[in-house]
């Protein structure tokens, strides 16, 4: 049988970052990993980071949640990997942060192929930052964020460098609080030791009713750009930004670069990383009341 680990989170918490790294691990240990990804709009640019890891087994549910109406599709891309890829040792099923884990978890749940997966559970990413302001969230937002924290089997407290010792403390405390079942590890860009997830993860699923996050005003935007931009001109610009504005990613050429730049925001943080190759500039935006954003380049 297959070994299936779910991973949750908010938008922006550390996800993919932890999805790359257990898959290098898993290919070290001389198994066979491999990944369905599913992203919130049209355009999916974690994917491509999992790609340039090396090569790895890949499916994509884009424009859609892995739960609720998501579910035949995401039956249908797990048959086809699963019949594409016999060899698969560990999958690894990364949601869209706009997901509920439970109901992510059941989608993945089918008679066509139940008895070849052995689903381990659901490891949530939490943004130690995002937790102490998470009362800025809307009323709705805020419970996504909180069941899948409430529903984890492991979490990974994720960025726990930008807290100082006191408020790590108190946060780390509350998250055990809100989860007492879930073991918890303090990581910074969601570096932990996959050998001690399989250990410490939980096969029983927890006993809570679950709070369904379908009907969310999350929505997502796609800007495209024509022309290279001004790093300068565009951060300022970002810095305009509402805070509906949750997560933002995308892969942009800069003036006086050769090649694009993936370029990440969450959390009013941004970070640009060079790429080696001309990649179309395309910007993905997810959160609440975007209809308006719109971006002007530098005249």
Known sequence: MIDVYLLSGFL??????LLVNLVDQVKKSGRQPAVLMNEFGELNIDSQIVEDAGEVPLKEL????????GAESTEAQLQGLLADYPEIDVLFIETTGAAHPVEALD????????????VKGIVTVVDAKRWID???LSP????????????????????????????????????????????LVQTMNAKVDFSYIEKMVNVEAPKQPVTTGSGLPLASKV???????????????VRTLPDSVYRMKGYIQLEGSRYSHLFQYAYGMVNWIPEYMQIPSKLVIIGEQLTDIE????D
């Open 62 to 69: 884009l424009n859609g949640c892995i739960c609720c109406t």
């Open 223 to 237: 800007l495209a750009f024509d022309t290279p931009i001004n790093q300068q001109h565009f951060e300022d610009w």
């Open 107 to 118: 989608a993945v749940y089918s008679p066509l192929f139940a008895e070849k997966l052995d």
């Open 134 to 136: 998470r009362d800025k």
């Open 295 to 298: 971006y002007s380049p530098k």
């Open 140 to 183: 709705r937002i805020q419970a996504l964020f909180l069941e899948q924290v409430r529903h984890a089997h492991f979490m990974v407290l994720n960025k726990t460098d930008l807290l100082t010792d006191n408020q790590l403390a108190f946060v780390t405390m509350q998250v055990t609080q809100f989860n007492s079942y879930a073991p």
């Open 12 to 17: 922006g918490s550390g996800k993919t970052s």
